[in-house]
């Protein structure tokens, strides 16, 4: 069984600062790694993906993640942040091995950008 | 292209009802999922349709919770006996097929009196 974890619930932050969001995950199998951004009342959009290849994968809105392996880890990372990426990360797993390729969620971070 | 349409947005209804959520998924995708999110958590995985037929129901709660894709394309969701506890934010994602990106509608706040 899969599982993703999400330690931080909030995380503040001031405008132009630097931010990561970190996310583990627990697999006995290949997995795809991807994290989503929701705002209120929105659903999910995808900030990117990593399926293979390269280890640091760049996104949608100069955002960019980095897969360690050995560290079962998918952190998210964005050199200064602005007001408008006040929102919920979600970072999620699924099983290359699978028939469903269904998603598995961590309980996500909501990065307040302050001014 | 449009996206991922789900009506309706909202839906308050009292316990006990039947309820019935729609996804209108972006056209061409074959693969179909559902997933719920509860307050304060991340979605969570209900069913996943490849074409017309159930691939994978493994996430329905209980046999209240039921779903079609009669024609491959449009999905319903269906909730009998509705109760409190069934309340939530109810998400449609849709792919080309199981192994691209999903892609999620604005989902279907459900509340249950």
């Known amino acids: 069984a899969q599982s993703v974890t999400q330690l931080d619930s909030q995380v503040p932050v001031f405008e132009e600062a630097p931010v990561e969001l970190r996310c583990n995950y627990s697999s006995s199998v290949s997995v795809y790694l991807f994290w989503y951004v929701q705002y209120p009342n929105q659903g999910l959009q995808l900030l990117l993906k990593?399926?293979?290849?390269?280890?640091l994968v760049k996104g949608i809105n100069g955002f960019e993640a980095e897969f360690n392996k050995s560290q079962t880890s998918f952190h998210l990372r964005k050199p200064s942040v602005h007001i408008s990426d006040t929102a919920e990360y979600f970072c999620a797993v699924s099983d290359l091995d699978g028939a469903t390729n269904k998603l598995i969620f961590g309980t996500g971070t909501l990065l307040a950008v302050q001014p | 292209g449009a996206g991922v349409s789900q009506t309706p947005s909202n839906k308050v209804t009292e316990k006990g009802k039947y309820v019935e959520l729609r996804c209108d998924p972006i056209?061409?995708?074959?693969?179909l999922y559902w997933y719920r999110q509860s307050l304060g958590q991340g979605p969570e995985f209900l069913i996943y349709?490849?074409?017309?037929?159930?691939?994978?129901d493994s996430g329905l709660p209980n046999d209240r919770f039921f779903a079609v894709r009669p024609e491959g394309s449009v999905s319903t969701l269906k909730i009998q006996r509705t109760e409190r506890g069934d309340s939530a934010v109810y998400l449609c994602?849709?792919?080309?097929?199981?192994?691209?990106?999903?892609?999620f509608g604005d989902g279907t706040r459900l509340s249950i009196l």
């Open positions: 990593y399926l293979s290849g390269s280890t």
């Open positions: 349709f490849q074409g017309t037929g159930a691939a994978d």
């Open positions: 056209s061409g995708h074959t693969a």
């Open positions: 994602a849709s792919s080309w097929d199981n192994n691209q990106p999903q892609h």
